[in-house]
């Protein structure tokens, strides 16, 4: 699939993002696909290649690019070297769900005047932070996301007065939350406080555990990737995607 990189100018500057198309002439839907904790790197360009051949412009942006010219994280020891989480967890805490929302608006106008690209809703999918990200941004600009994806996504229920959960309400997109097992950034506990607060709200959802580790989706988290379970999460992207989006 025709991979390109590009950048988006943004209220904060200048969000480096890498953007892959189907072959032929489209125009196709559109999703934005949040990397995990690591940030962008070669392993979701191949997994962007990978969901652009079901028939999507895929949109993978660089969440970290406030942070100009970060050195990136090699996913081996990215948790285990304590200066390379502190750094790491350092980076996350920045991205605030405002940030989120105004960085999303700006991904969607980007994608929404390309000329492969057809409709004014899009698709969100997201891995880790990234899940989380998804879920929060079908919360923020309900008017603009048709299907939000998070697989292995932490922080989806917390104690927070800015729980994802509890913009429920505010959600017209149509949720699928692929979780880890045995995952103390979203629990079976929480997944059962989640799936209640969206069927409470009638959107349409599904919420269900992987018998995999948290991780399991993308192949350079090393010890976690499950490549049945990886299989499982692309299945379900192509059926909800299909259903939402085409």
């Known amino acids: 699939m025709p991979i390109t990189k590009d950048s988006i100018t943004t209220a904060d500057g200048s ?3 890498t953007v892959a198309t189907p072959e032929g002439t489209g125009p196709w839907p559109a999703v934005v ?87 004014d809703k899009f698709g969100t999918t997201g891995y880790c932070m990234g899940g989380r990200t998804s879920v929060v941004i079908a919360g923020k600009l309900p008017d603009r996301v ?7 996504g932490g922080g989806l229920v917390t104690d927070t007065d800015d729980s994802p959960h509890l913009n429920a309400g505010r959600i017209s997109a149509v949720v699928y939350v692929g979780a880890a097992e045995n995952d103390g950034s979203f629990t079976a506990e929480q997944g059962e406080i989640l799936d209640r607060a969206l069927t409470d709200a009638g959107v349409e959802h599904t919420v269900e555990f ?33 259903a939402a989006l085409k």
């Not at 942006?61 to 948790?79: E, L, S």
């Not at 995999?212 to 192509?238: C, I, K, L, S």
Request: proline share 5%; glycine share 6%; charged share 20%.
């Open 210 to 242: 992987y018998p995999a580790a948290h991780g399991f989706a993308v192949p350079d988290n090393a010890g976690a990737y499950d490549e049945a379970a990886a299989q499982r999460h692309w299945e379900a992207m192509e059926r909800v995607f299909g």
């Open 146 to 152: 048709a299907a939000a994806m998070s697989f292995h």
């Open 15 to 17: 969000c480096a993002v």
């Open 33 to 119: 696909m949040y990397p995990d904790a690591g940030g962008p790197r070669q392993t979701f360009d191949d997994m962007a290649a990978r969901l652009a051949a079901l028939g999507y412009v895929v949109l993978v942006p660089d969440i970290y690019y406030r942070d100009a010219g970060w050195a990136p994280f090699d996913m081996a020891t990215a948790f285990s070297d304590e200066t390379e989480r502190a750094r790491l967890f350092g980076m996350m805490r920045k991205v605030t769900q405002d940030i989120m929302a105004a960085d999303a608006a700006a991904f969607f106008d980007y994608l929404a005047a390309r000329p492969e690209v057809r409709g």
